[in-house]
């Protein structure tokens, strides 16, 4: 019989009394001979390469008891399902399950793409090998500069075509592009990446995972989380079936409301150009793994098989996926990394050593104080050392959570959304992954930037109302202008009652920063538009729903991400602090702000970027601020700022190990 509960070998724990073989002061003696490394190392401008010489110091995580969750009925099923057989398997497949299908069912697919990689990787390291390194310690204004030109070289701006989902033209849907296309960015694999994929398809490690159960843009930052997580430990990430998720289950017309992460992002296209990740469905999985007898239930010790003996879960209501998710936990060991008490740390080698050193990191951060430049107050993205990246990421957390031999040698880690047992993924991706290698660092955050955007057909529906706007705009101003300015004004459901305030006090905290008369555009969830009245006797107010003629056709579970889009386009914009919402129109005008140059780019400010409500934080996008505790609040600049550095650094490093 199957228990309801999951013993310790079910789960990894990061608390302090579950680490083990950790003595007090560990790794103090490694950190001092670092340290003369690093001295050494910029005397002698060694090369990029010293990195993979170096370690950091980490705690060790331990099992720990974990709750399983599933419910009464899903115990039933479970029960069963060690004695049922496979079953012969349906031809046909699930929506999620046809649009991975296509490029994780070939054996060849990674070969054709590594040599595709491999190709634009060495032409861009080919036709940049005259430019100088910079050495790596100088900070310099000129050698700044020749960083910039350096990798401008080795990227170049990503093209939108929106002709296959209505329009606007070329010219106007490229004003939505901030992400960049940096072929040698390709190439990139984790330490772990190698061991993990050589192996027989039976033996492929996952990782698996629920969605966050709250509002859109809570399940889009635990997706980019998890996602990180995947690739950073090599593994095969496992895509949830399609299901409803909260606030976007309009199903007027007929159109789709149950929804996977492949509906709103480019997955296929990442994994195609990003030899780093790989995906396959829910269906592909329980039929390769669970069907074949690889899954073990972690309690008994014996396979187990899918509930039910079946594959195909899109589509499925809460009862069913809470019998899912039961099973994921049963055959699956839980990472208990907590995200308000736990970084997750990874060596730049996976190596027993790395780890050993990483111990003692966290207690030298914690007793130096932060290294930052004199004159801006920033530390540098590309400094070997990682003590300042620490510093600027632990937001008083005292433990790193290391990706360690245990975890490495498990066939599927788990990731739950189990609010109770503080194992939400409620926290940006780089508050929730750090990295020995500064290069390994910044080449995540440019995969988040550069992959995880919207697809196209939200891009381009977005873009054709910025471009309706900016016509308003032209033909109101006599074409003196075609600029507007926007708002995020959250209502609705929100729990923090302090930002509800009236729209008289939206005016008040707002009008010092805005012109009489200009063309306002508003983000919202508040129905009733009659509220907005205070505003429109001084502005000149628009809606999405004043452009629903060029949204024929478009999901309208998509409006929230196009109201997004369109503010995050506004020259000067207003949102609200505490929305997840806010906080992402905020960091795609961080990566706008570095692809156009405005002011602040250099250091992460926003200049034109305030908050209505709270009022005590209306400036805070106008000065660098390091992560720190209740991640969800706000967007930080560490996700925007010089992550273009190391580029080249990078590709050459690959292409010696290639």
């Not at 390469?49 to 899903?74: C, F, L, P, Q, R």
């Not at 109770?420 to 020995?436: D, G, N, S, T």
């Not at 505003?535 to 997004?564: A, T």
Request: proline letters at 3%; aromatic letters at 10%; glycine letters at 8%.
């Amino acid at each position: 019989m199957i228990s309801n509960k999951i013993s310790k070998k079910n789960s990894l724990g990061n608390d302090s009394s579950s680490i083990v073989g950790r003595k007090k002061g560990a790794g103090t003696g490694l950190n001092d001979m670092f340290t003369a490394v690093f001295g050494v190392a910029f005397l002698l401008s060694l090369s990029l390469n010293i990195m993979h010489m170096m370690g950091m110091d980490a705690a060790i995580v331990e099992e720990k008891t974990m709750t399983n969750g599933s419910n009464n009925n899903n115990n039933n099923n479970n029960n069963n399902n060690k004695m049922l057989k496979p079953q012969q398997l349906p031809n046909d497949g699930s929506a999620v399950h046809q649009a991975i299908k296509e490029f994780t069912s070939s054996s060849s697919r990674m070969g054709n793409k590594k040599q595709k990689i491999q190709g634009v990787s060495q032409t861009a390291v080919k036709d940049n090998t005259a430019v100088a390194t910079s050495k790596q310690n100088s900070k310099q204004e000129g050698e700044e500069a020749s960083e910039d030109r350096d990798n401008s070289h080795l990227m170049k701006l990503a093209t939108l075509d929106c002709k296959a989902h209505g329009g606007p033209s070329l010219e106007a849907a490229q004003e939505m592009v901030y992400w960049q296309d940096i072929p040698s960015d390709s190439n990139y694999v984790s330490p772990f990446y190698k061991s993990n994929q050589q192996r027989a398809p039976q033996q492929t490690k996952y990782l698996t995972f629920e969605p966050d159960g709250g509002g859109w843009n809570n399940i889009r930052m635990a997706m980019e989380s998890t996602i990180g997580l995947a690739v950073a430990m090599g593994r095969t990430l496992v895509m949830p079936p399609q299901k409803k998720m909260y606030l976007l289950g309009r199903t007027e017309k007929g159109q789709q409301s149950h929804f996977s992460f492949v509906d709103f992002f480019p997955i296929e296209e990442m994994a195609k150009d990003n030899k780093a990740f790989n995906v396959v469905s829910m269906k592909d999985y329980l039929e390769t793994q669970g069907m074949k007898g690889n899954l073990v239930n972690k309690i008994t010790g014996k396979v187990e098989f899918p509930p039910g003996n079946r594959t195909d879960w899109d589509g499925i209501n809460q009862e069913d996926y809470d019998t899912l998710r039961g099973y994921l936990r049963n055959v699956s060991i839980t990472a208990r990394w907590q995200p308000g008490s736990c970084l997750p740390a990874f060596p730049s080698s996976g190596k027993h050593e790395d780890i050993e050193v990483l111990q003692g990191l966290v207690a030298r951060a914690n007793s130096h104080k932060p290294i930052t430049n004199n004159k801006t107050g920033l530390f540098h993205v590309d400094d070997p050392d990682p003590l300042s990246r620490l510093q600027d990421t632990l937001a008083g957390r005292k433990d790193l959570c290391v990706y360690n031999e245990q975890l490495q040698n498990e066939q599927v880690v788990h990731f739950q959304m189990n609010h109770k047992e503080q194992l939400r993924l409620l926290v940006h991706f780089y508050a929730f992954l750090f990295f020995e290698d500064w290069k390994e660092d910044l080449w995540m955050k440019r995969f988040v930037r550069d992959h995880l955007h919207y697809k196209d057909e939200i891009q381009c529906a977005a873009a054709r109302v910025v471009e309706k706007i900016r016509e308003h705009v032209k033909k109101k101003t006599g074409g003196k202008s075609s600029e507007y300015d926007s708002f995020h004004i959250r209502r609705g459901d929100f729990q923090f009652k302090e930002t509800r305030i009236s729209a008289e006090e939206i005016y008040e905290n707002s009008k010092d920063e805005l012109t009489h008369g200009s063309t306002i555009f508003i983000a919202t969830d508040e129905r009733d538009k009659k509220f907005f009245d205070p505003l429109r006797k001084h502005y000149d107010l628009l809606f999405l729903d004043d452009f629903m003629n060029d949204l024929k056709g478009v999901n309208s579970n998509y409006f929230g991400m196009i109201d997004q889009l369109v503010a995050s386009r506004g020259k000067i914009f207003f949102g609200c602090w505490f929305s997840t919402f806010t906080g992402y129109i905020n960091r795609i005008r961080g990566y706008h702000s570095v692809k156009d140059k405005l002011p602040g780019y250099k250091s992460g400010t926003l200049p034109t970027t305030y908050y209505y409500a709270t009022i005590s934080r209306k400036f805070e996008m106008h000065k660098y601020a390091p992560l720190r505790g209740g991640y969800f609040n706000r967007e930080f600049p560490t996700s925007w700022r010089d992550i273009d550095k190391g580029i080249k650094a990078l590709a050459e490093r690959f292409e010696k190990e290639s």
